[in-house]
């Protein structure tokens, strides 16, 4: 699976992680299973995430610029992640995108919406 590195210059400013669902099984990520829990994806499906973008370039498009390469190296593939319910700037951004919400789970008393696309 891809892994995204953003840069400026020679400064990393950003990454977007994703897994398979096959290497998931082998680590088994409690969180991650409660996702699948309220949503299930389709067989070829893959995780999306973490994304983390510095400080400094949140809302200039690094996370929006490093999707869409990951849009072309995992073409017409369903990605599904999860965004704990009260980051609102990492809601924002994934919807500005067009993942849309497909579930909500809770885990360790923290409520997560699950998106897709």
Known sequence: MPQIVAYINQEIVGFLLATSQ????KRNVPIVDEMFKSYQGNIDSYIYGPVCVSKTQRGKGVAQLMFKELLLQEPNREGILFIESNNEASLRAHIKMGIKKVGNFN???????VFAY
């Open 22 to 25: 096959a290497v998931h099984e």
């Open 107 to 113: 885990f360790n008393n923290k409520d997560f919406n």
